[in-house]
């Protein structure tokens, strides 16, 4: 039997049982959904199927609505970038939620509004690899670390996921532009480099070890055509029309 598509091993079994019963609709396990979201920010874990299942509760009981569950669901969805679960999430948001703030959502929604907005800023300058922004925008309002302060370790989780996605295109990058991306200067960012990616730091560049995603292969592409379609594309050529 193979594993089941929405498989994650931390998942405690209560939350398995309420996900694959049909108390997954209950609105009486919102509130079980919602420990479980602030368990994963504690642990480190991840359930995207749990936290989806949450906000479609959302969607049917607006009342039970808890915007600092919503904004911690998605701030934990950026830690698996470039998975494409912040815009899973995203979709089940209210669209007056995701409105630019100029045209004025309810006094009640702004600062929602405005969280979710913040991290769609994060979630698309990581999309474009723009990694040195990034940490310069997550630094630059007090309010992008009151969205990531729930969760354990999120700066940490960010680099180690910056650097996957460095390892699955480079073989090697110059040491000052892989700080900025990383936000990293001096023994912290050798440490993380040499201890925590393996990596080596050689003078002003950095070497990351081979792998299936970063090696080289050449591609050689083979037509295989048969003469007598070029004389069907040739006759054709010199056919008049009717």
């Known amino acids: 039997m193979g594993v089941p598509f929405d498989y994650v091993p931390e998942r405690p079994e209560h939350i398995d049982v309420i996900l694959n ?6 609105p009486e396990t919102t509130t079980v959904f919602q420990d479980y979201v602030m368990q994963q920010c504690e642990n480190q874990t991840y359930d995207c199927y749990a936290n989806l299942a949450l906000l479609k509760l959302y969607q049917f009981n607006p009342h039970l609505t808890r915007d600092e569950t919503i904004t911690n669901i998605l701030t934990k969805s950026l830690t698996v ?16 939620i995701l409105a ?12 929602l509004a405005e969280a979710v ?15 040195e922004a990034f940490w310069e925008t997550l630094n630059s309002d007090d309010l992008y670390a009151d969205l990531y302060a729930d969760v ?5 989780l960010m680099r180690v996921r910056i650097a ?8 090697e990058v110059e040491r000052g532009v892989l700080e900025g991306w990383l936000n990293l200067r001096g023994q912290e960012f050798e440490h ?39 004389s069907r594309l040739i006759r054709r050529a010199y056919e008049q029309p009717a």
Request: charged fraction near 20%; glycine fraction near 8%; charge should be negative.
């Open 21 to 26: 019963g049909l108390d997954r609709y209950n």
């Open 81 to 96: 970038f470039p998975s494409p679960d912040f815009s899973l999430c995203l979709s089940l948001l209210p669209s007056h």
């Open 100 to 111: 630019p703030l100029s045209s004025s959502p309810a006094t009640g929604d702004a600062p």
């Open 117 to 131: 907005q913040k991290l769609n800023i994060l979630r698309n300058l990581l999309e474009r690899a723009d990694y």
């Open 152 to 156: 354990s370790g999120f700066e940490e």
């Open 164 to 171: 996957v996605t460095v390892s699955q295109a480079v073989r």
């Open 192 to 230: 993380f480099v040499g201890e925590v990616c393996g990596w080596s730091v050689e003078g002003s560049g950095v070497k990351v070890p081979l792998n299936k995603e970063n090696e080289a292969k050449g591609t050689v592409v083979r037509e295989n055509v048969k003469f007598n379609q070029f």
